[in-house]
């Protein structure tokens, strides 16, 4: 199967024996995790998920459906699938991460480590309104949380561009419906900022009745997005974690 242009190791690592998926945060794009490739485990290979509607897929229209988007995305992971594999996924990018785990799962291709980063559980998910918004308020709501660079606002052009596919990050926490289902047979390692309230104690619970592996925490420097803030620390906690596993395996085997 011909491998997805949205799919792609910025650094291949042929001899890797472990592959990490990485999803973007919404409004974000593959760009977050590029330098990566450069302080994460030798043995690991850092593969960017990029969702139609950014990043090197800006010409797709964006998906702004979880289901839509996860068998889409299942489908394009296929390729990938032949090294055990992690999946990380950062604010609305672990909620997706989720589901699509779970997809995967059913065919017996569950990750060893879910890394669930700065977002609230989906059991505890509580449905918006961001994505109905008009553009003025939903412009408005960008500025007030954070985490847009200022030149997006000023630029007609920019905002034509990008509001398209935000909305449609949007909508696909917004509308997303949660239901229950057998545990994912993998670890669970939670990423939360200390200066960020989208996944707190009760979110963490919840988060780890999803797994029937380990479940582990780390508070990281920062608001709800420290993974921009503070790459260094956030690929500390993650090397921890591979370094954990691959000894393990190579101890099993």
Same mark, same amino acid.
């Given at each position: 199967?011909?491998?997805?242009?949205?799919?792609?190791?910025?650094?291949?690592?042929?001899?890797?024996?472990?592959?990490?998926?990485?999803?973007?945060?919404?409004?974000?794009?593959?760009?977050?995790?590029?330098?990566?490739?450069?302080?994460?485990?030798?043995?690991?290979?850092?593969?960017?998920?990029?969702?139609?509607?950014?990043?090197?897929?800006?010409?797709?229209?964006?998906?702004?459906?979880?289901?839509?988007?996860?068998?889409?995305?299942?489908?394009?992971?296929?390729?990938?699938?032949?090294?055990?594999?992690?999946?990380?996924?950062?604010?609305?990018?672990?909620?997706?991460?989720?589901?699509?785990?779970?997809?995967?799962? !059913?065919?017996? =291709?569950?990750? *060893?480590?879910?890394? $669930?980063?700065?977002?609230? &559980?989906? /059991?505890?998910?509580?449905? %918006?309104?961001?994505?109905?918004?008009?553009?003025?308020?939903?412009?408005?709501?960008?500025?007030?949380?954070?985490?847009?660079?200022?030149?997006?606002?000023?630029?007609?052009?920019?905002?034509?561009?990008?509001?398209?596919?935000?909305?449609?990050?949007?909508?696909?926490?917004?509308?997303?419906?949660?239901?229950?289902?057998?545990?994912?047979?993998?670890?669970?390692?939670? !990423?939360?900022? =200390?200066?960020? *309230?989208?996944?707190? $104690?009760?979110?963490?619970? &919840?988060? /780890?009745?999803?797994?029937? %592996?380990?479940?582990?925490?780390?508070?990281?420097?920062?608001?709800?997005?420290?993974?921009?803030?503070?790459?260094?620390?956030?690929?500390?906690?993650?090397?921890?974690?591979?370094?954990?596993?691959?000894?393990?395996?190579?101890?099993?085997?």
């Amino acid at each position: 199967m011909k491998k997805s242009s949205g799919i792609f190791a910025p650094a291949p690592r042929p001899d890797a024996t472990h592959r990490l998926f990485c999803l973007p945060y919404a409004g974000g794009s593959s760009i977050t995790y590029l330098d990566w490739q450069h302080e994460i485990d030798p043995r690991v290979e850092l593969i960017c998920i990029e969702p139609p509607g950014r990043g090197k897929r800006f010409n797709e229209s964006p998906i702004a459906r979880v289901d839509g988007l996860v068998t889409q995305l299942c489908a394009e992971l296929e390729p990938w699938l032949d090294r055990p594999f992690s999946i990380l996924g950062h604010s609305n990018g672990a909620l997706v991460g989720f589901e699509l785990a779970r997809r995967l799962a !059913l065919s017996d =291709k569950a990750p *060893d480590i879910f890394f $669930a980063s700065a977002k609230c &559980a989906p /059991s505890l998910l509580e449905r %918006g309104n961001l994505h109905e918004l008009t553009d003025e308020e939903l412009i408005a709501e960008l500025r007030a949380t954070g985490g847009t660079p200022e030149e997006f606002f000023e630029s007609p052009e920019l905002i034509e561009l990008f509001l398209p596919p935000i909305r449609a990050d949007f909508a696909l926490s917004e509308t997303y419906k949660y239901r229950s289902a057998p545990q994912i047979r993998s670890d669970l390692v939670m !990423l939360y900022g =200390k200066k960020d *309230d989208a996944m707190d $104690a009760g979110d963490r619970e &919840a988060w /780890s009745r999803e797994f029937s %592996g380990r479940a582990l925490c780390h508070a990281l420097p920062g608001g709800h997005f420290f993974v921009d803030e503070h790459p260094a620390r956030v690929i500390e906690a993650l090397n921890l974690s591979f370094e954990q596993l691959l000894q393990a395996h190579t101890q099993a085997s």
